[in-house]
T-cell receptor
Framework: EAGVAQSPRYKIIEKRQSVAFWCNPI?????LYWYQQILGQGPKLLIQ????????DSQLPKDRFSAERLKGVDSTLKIQPAKLEDSAVYLC?????????????FGPGTRLTVT | GQSLEQPSEVTAVEGAIVQINCTYQ??????LSWYQQHDGGAPTFLSY????GLEETGRFSSFLSRSDSYGYLLLQELQMKDSASYFC???????????FGPGTRLSVLP
């Protein structure tokens, strides 16, 4: 089966510019996650969707970050305006809802560099 | 809130056994997961414990003690390809917030 797809794989922008990332989860996975991973740290959950509803966005900097999953399938994460500290890898993951084993499948990530 | 602690680095030789510990503090507890991440790669799922005890999957085993808020990942018959970062992660008992630990970098030496 196809894995989690993300694009672009790499992005370089200047501070104060905007950027958007796209994620297509594994077919049939109702739960979708966006993580930010700064070099040398563990992934930090930004937002979790259940179908097209938000389950948890407590760590999403809502003044500059936004995310949507309009049809309950693919999702976009946007940063506007970007700051230097947003340089990180942005990971998308998906999983079955209510599975006995809490297993998330990760995409390859988007490496963002803000200059 | 939630917090997790792991050793930052562990070094071992090929063929050896290594244990990576994880302690957590949560407002509630739903389960403990372990992920492996090679440099430049994405995290991949290794194991999950919701109940006390040991779960075994091939060379990897994971243990959980809910009363001690403690778990560990045991890697046996270490191979060079096991050199990677290992993260524990917890989900609270409302099934919502999911938090990764800071990670343990394992180096396997020949």
């Amino acid at each position: 089966e196809a894995g989690v797809a993300q694009s672009p794989r790499y992005k370089i922008i200047e501070k104060r510019q905007s950027v958007a990332f796209w994620c297509n989860p594994i077919s049939g996975h109702a739960t979708l996650y966006w993580y930010q991973q700064i070099l040398g740290q563990g992934p930090k959950l930004l937002i979790q969707f259940q179908n097209n509803g938000v389950v948890d966005d407590s760590q999403l900097p809502k003044d500059r970050f936004s995310a949507e999953r309009l049809k309950g399938v693919d999702s976009t994460l946007k940063i506007q305006p970007a700051k230097l500290e947003d340089s990180a890898v942005y990971l998308c993951a998906s999983s079955f809802w209510g599975a006995a084993v809490d297993e998330q499948y990760f995409g390859p990530g988007t490496r963002l560099t803000v200059t | 809130g939630q917090s997790l602690e792991q050793p930052s680095e562990v070094t071992a030789v090929e063929g050896a056994i290594v244990q990576i510990n994880c302690t957590y503090q949560t407002s509630g507890f739903y389960g403990l997961s372990w992920y492996q991440q090679h440099d430049g790669g994405a995290p991949t799922f290794l194991s999950y414990n919701a109940l006390d005890g040991l779960e075994e999957t091939g060379r990897f085993s994971s243990f959980l003690s809910r009363s001690d808020s403690y778990g560990y990942l045991l890697l046996q018959e270490l191979q060079m390809k096991d050199s990677a970062s290992y993260f524990c992660a917890v989900r609270d008992n409302y099934g919502q917030n999911f938090v990764f630990g800071p990670g343990t970098r394992l180096s396997v030496l020949p």
